[in-house]
């Protein structure tokens, strides 16, 4: 096994953490941010875009987990390395996203969040 497919399998499963909000919202019908956007990751792109968009992302997972080297599900390092990519990438993206959603911060009553409009 060679250095590159660890790599591969850490931004593998980068691409596959990815997939979830874009495919998520899109198939929903929501728009939401896409480096498509404009500007590119602040605004919202359409439901179409996004489907899109974490398509390409759950295809370039694939590649780079299914189609370089020989990943195995029972092999304990090819797992922790791809979970490692899904991992560092999810809390990168509930930083990047909650900047937009309220996520960032948990809500209290006092303070309006778009969930909860509160009294304000």
Same mark, same amino acid.
């Not at 509930?94 to 969040?113: D, K, Q």
């Given at each position: ?34 480096? =498509? ?33 020989? =990943? ?49």
């Amino acid at each position: 096994m060679h250095w590159y497919h660890y790599v591969a399998y850490f931004f593998g499963g980068a691409f596959l953490a990815n997939t979830l909000p874009h495919l998520g919202n899109g198939i929903s019908g929501r728009a939401f941010q896409s480096p =498509f956007a404009s500007p590119p990751g602040v605004g919202l792109s359409s439901s179409r875009v996004n489907v899109l968009w974490g398509f390409f992302n759950l295809a370039a997972g694939y590649v780079l987990v299914c189609r370089v080297g020989t =990943f195995d599900l029972r092999n304990t390092l090819h797992v922790l390395v791809l979970g490692a990519g899904i991992l560092i990438m999810s809390l990168m993206l509930a930083h990047a996203f909650g900047r937009f959603h309220g996520g960032c911060e948990p809500a209290s009553p006092m303070r309006p969040t778009p969930a909860n409009p509160g009294r304000l």
